[in-house]
Nanobody, 116 residues
Framework: QVRPVESGGGLAQPGGSLRLSCVGL????????VGWFRQVSGKERELVAS???????NYADSVKGRFAISRDNAKNTIYLQMNSLLPEDTAIYYC??????????WGQGTQVTVSS
C-alpha cells in the first residue's frame, strides 16, 4: 500500500497550536511535491500549504504568517506547524503527494478542531 499517513490532529483552543505530521507509507515522500489540504463538510478541499522537492514553500492567504510547512529528510516526514489557530481552521486536514502536476497520493486525513 502506497499512501501518506497523517497524525497530530486534535482539539486546540483559539490562539493555540498544533503540529501535523505526514509520513510516506511504502514510498519516499520527500521525492515528491507535498501539500497539506483541508476540507470542511460541504465545501471544496483547499490547499493550505505546499513544499516542492527543492524546498520552496507556498501558503494560502488565510494561513500566511500562522502556518509553516517543513520537512525532515532523515525521517521522510513533512510537518505542518499551525499557530494562532482560529475557529475557522477547523477541518479535516489531508496530506497529499504529487506525481508531476497531479496530486496522486492522498492520506486519510486528520481532524483538527479549534474551539474553546
Amino acid at each position: 500500500q502506497v499512501r501518506p499517513v497523517e497524525s497530530g490532529g486534535g482539539l486546540a483552543q483559539p490562539g493555540g497550536s498544533l503540529r501535523l505530521s505526514c509520513v510516506g507509507l511504502g514510498f519516499t515522500l520527500l521525492d515528491h511535491n507535498v501539500g497539506w489540504f483541508r476540507q470542511v463538510s460541504g465545501k471544496e478541499r483547499e490547499l493550505v500549504a505546499s513544499i516542492i522537492s527543492g524546498g520552496t514553500t507556498n501558503y494560502a492567504d488565510s494561513v500566511k504568517g500562522r502556518f509553516a510547512i517543513s520537512r525532515d529528510n532523515a525521517k521522510n516526514t513533512i510537518y505542518l506547524q499551525m499557530n494562532s489557530l482560529l475557529p475557522e481552521d477547523t477541518a479535516i486536514y489531508y496530506c497529499a503527494a504529487a506525481s508531476g502536476t497531479t496530486w496522486t497520493y492522498w492520506g486519510q486525513g486528520t481532524q483538527v478542531t479549534v474551539s474553546s
